[in-house]
């Protein structure tokens, strides 16, 4: 193919991400910071061109890159291995995964497991993924995804990536669920954030939280997906 032949960061002819490129994305400028989500990248640049290109151009073999780059960033901010049981990702929908035959975020995911050593567990589902599509698309643009754990977590530390944040509602509800279902921890992180994600980290919809309370699981879902802030271990 190709497009292959070229860097998805400058499309330069040459391998699918060239030297000058490799080390621009080791060195990201203006990387939002953010307590919600650990993120490798901006969303922004070159860092955006070779994540859509990954996403998007079929470019797999970034995979591999992309894990190092967001496994050099955990390790910096702290995270340990030990500090995690097992790493899953936010399923894209099944009509993306089916379009592109691939899920980015879990080829990530597969990645940063096996560099870390951690094993890596498909754990996420999303809601009415075989349901009909109407209505559905609308209401994730602006409450996102809701899903469904299986197997039960109790007592993990889960680990849960995604590929790009935008408004940062995929992961927050992939949060909310995985602890649902008995997850005593949950970290997440993303290849790349959006920098507006960032700066409007407040912006979304805030639920109060019922922590004291048991948390059962149930079918039935809050409309809103309650933000829990990412626990750190001391
Ligand atoms: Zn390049």
């Not at 379009?99 to 990530?108: M, N």
């Not at 409450?143 to 680990?159: D, E, I, K, N, Q």
């Not at 922590?211 to 626990?231: I, L």
Request: net charge positive; aromatic share 4%.
């Amino acid at each position: 193919m190709i497009f292959e032949s070229q860097c998805a960061g400058c499309r330069r002819p040459g391998p699918v991400l060239c030297r000058t490129c490799r080390f621009a994305l080791a060195a990201p400028t203006g990387l939002p910071r953010s307590t919600d989500v650990v993120a490798a990248l901006p969303f922004a640049g070159r860092a955006r061109d070779v994540l859509l290109g990954f996403k998007y151009g079929n470019r797999r073999q970034l995979a591999h890159h992309l894990a190092g780059l967001l496994v050099n960033r955990l390790v910096a901010d702290g995270l340990r291995p030990t500090d995690v049981d097992v790493v899953t990702w936010a399923p894209t929908s099944r009509r993306r995964r089916h379009q592109r035959g691939f899920d980015q975020a879990e080829l990530v995911a597969r990645r940063v497991a096996a560099q870390l050593g951690l094993p890596c567990r498909r754990l996420l589902e999303r809601d009415g993924a075989s349901g009909p599509q109407t209505g559905r698309d609308r209401v994730e643009r602006l409450h996102g995804p809701t899903f469904r754990v299986h197997p039960r977590v109790s007592g993990a530390r889960v680990l849960v990536i995604d590929d790009v944040v935008t408004t940062g509602s995929t992961l927050r509800s992939a949060d909310h669920a995985l602890r649902r279902a008995g997850a005593i921890d949950v970290r997440r992180a993303a290849v790349a954030t959006t920098p507006a994600f960032a700066v409007s980290g407040t912006t979304w919809p805030s639920v109060e939280r019922t922590s004291s309370e048991p948390r059962p699981v149930t079918r039935r879902r809050p409309a809103v997906p309650a933000a829990r802030p990412v626990q750190r271990a001391a």
